[in-house]
Nanobody, 110 residues
Framework: QVQLVESGGGLVQPGGSLRLSCAAS????????MAWYRQAPGKQRELVAS??????TYADSVKGRFTISRDYDKNTVSLEMNTLKPEDTAVYYC?????WGQGTQVIVSS
């Protein structure tokens, strides 16, 4: 069973940046997708970005602003978030296989 631990959330002003990180216990092979999801209050959880074997996918709402990256040796996945908007406010979750992290809160507000 994989355990996921996220870090890096917080409060940031519109236009600011944050970097989220997720550390997975155990080895995650490169062809296994690692992803970030988010869930805003009153909304369904949605895919933000995923990465597998170097190939990335992004939600249209974050393309050009967010970058997902992965360290295959350290079994970590990160999400660099730039030009943040209030609508990016959500709890962000790391996802691998059927496992979820505990979530990290991101609040974008002035």
């Amino acid at each position: 069973q994989v355990q996921l631990v996220e870090s890096g959330g917080g409060l940031v002003q519109p236009g600011g940046s944050l970097r989220l990180s997720c550390a997975a216990s155990g080895r995650i092979l490169s062809f296994v997708p690692m992803a970030w999801y988010r869930q805003a209050p009153g909304k369904q959880r949605e895919l933000v970005a995923s990465i597998t074997s170097g190939s990335t996918t992004y939600a249209d709402s974050v393309k050009g602003r967010f970058t997902i990256s992965r360290d295959y040796d350290k079994n970590t996945v990160s999400l660099e978030m730039n030009t943040l908007k209030p609508e990016d406010t959500a709890v962000y979750y790391c996802h691998v296989f059927s496992e979820w992290g505990q979530g990290t809160q991101v609040i974008v507000s002035s």
